[in-house]
C-alpha cells in the first residue's frame, strides 16, 4: 500500500467504493437487462400483468417448451435481414475511417508543422464546422444527390460522414502531432529521408495510440449515426442503427419490438469487444493528446 492510500480516511475509500459499484450497476444494467430481455418473448419482457415474467420468462416457456428463445436474433438476423444492415454498416465504417484518418494524419501533420498565421483561423473554421449539427449539413448534399440520381446508396452517405468527421479528425491529429518534438523530423531529414519519409517512418509509429484513438473516434461516429444515414439510404442499403428504429416504427407488427430489442443487442457487441480490444491505445492515445510533450 502507498503512503497516499494509507493517508487516505477510511470513510473516504468505503465511500469511494460504494460510489464506483453503484456507478457501475447503473452503467451497466440497461445493457445486461436487454441482453437477458433479448431472449424472451414480448409479453414476457414487457408484461404488465406480471413484471416478474420478464425474469422467469413464464409465457416464453408455454410458447417454445423453454425460458428462453432465441426467436427475436432469428426473427431480426434471418427473416428481416437484419445481416445486409450490419454488413452496410461495415462497408461505411470502413471506409469512413480509412478516409478520415488519411486525409486527417496528412492534414494534421502538415497543420502542425507550418508555421503560417492561417493555421489557426483553419482551425477555428473546422472546429465551427463541426459544431454544427449535422442535420442542417445534410440539406445541402440533397439537391446535388437528387439531380444527378445518387441517393439512396451507400457512397453517398460515406462522403457525408467524412466531410462531417473530418474536422474533428483533423483537431484530435494536430493536437497529437505537436506534442512531437520537431527535432524527429529533423534528424530524420539528417539520415535522409525525405518529408513524406520522415512522416510514414518515424512520426507515424510513435503517434500510433494517437492514430487509434481517433480512428475508433471516427469508427463511433459513423457507426451510431442515425440522422445522415436515415436520410440519404434507401430501404435496401440501411445500416443497424436506422434498421433498428424501422423495427421500433411499426411496433403493432408482431415481433418487431423483439426483433429490435436483438438488434440493439447485436448492435453494442462489437462496439463493447472494439473497447475492450483497444483500450490500452486508447488510454495511451487520450494520455498523449493532453499531455504536453
Known sequence: ?????????????????????????????????????????????????????????????????????????????????????????GIVCFFVVCTSLTIGTLGGYALSRSGHNYVFWLLIAALIFRAMPPITLVSGYLPPFFAWNLWGYLPTAIIVLVAINQPFTLWMLHSFFQKIPIDLDESAKVDGCTQFQAFRHVIIPVMWPGVIT????????????????????????????????????????????????????????????LVMLFQRQIVSGLTAGAVKG
Open 1 to 89: 500500500m502507498s503512503a497516499i492510500d494509507r493517508r487516505k480516511p477510511v470513510s473516504l475509500k468505503v465511500a469511494s467504493t460504494i460510489f464506483i459499484v453503484v456507478w457501475f450497476i447503473v452503467a451497466a444494467f440497461p445493457f445486461f437487462w436487454t441482453l437477458w430481455g433479448s431472449f424472451k418473448v414480448e409479453l414476457d419482457f414487457f408484461s404488465i400483468a406480471d413484471w416478474t415474467n420478464a425474469i422467469t420468462g413464464k409465457l416464453t416457456d408455454e410458447i417454445y417448451g423453454r425460458p428462453f428463445t432465441g426467436a427475436g436474433y432469428y426473427g431480426a438476423w434471418v427473416q428481416e435481414d437484419f445481416w445486409r444492415a450490419a454488413l452496410n454498416t
Open 214 to 273: 481517433t480512428g475508433l473516434f471516427s469508427f463511433l461516429l459513423a457507426y451510431n449515426d442515425f440522422a445522415v444515414t436515415t436520410m440519404l439510404l434507401n430501404e435496401q442499403n440501411r445500416t443497424m442503427v436506422p434498421k433498428i428504429a424501422a423495427f421500433l416504427g411499426t411496433t403493432y407488427t408482431e415481433g418487431n419490438v423483439m426483433f429490435a430489442v436483438a438488434a440493439v443487442v447485436s448492435a453494442i457487441v462489437p462496439l463493447f469487444l
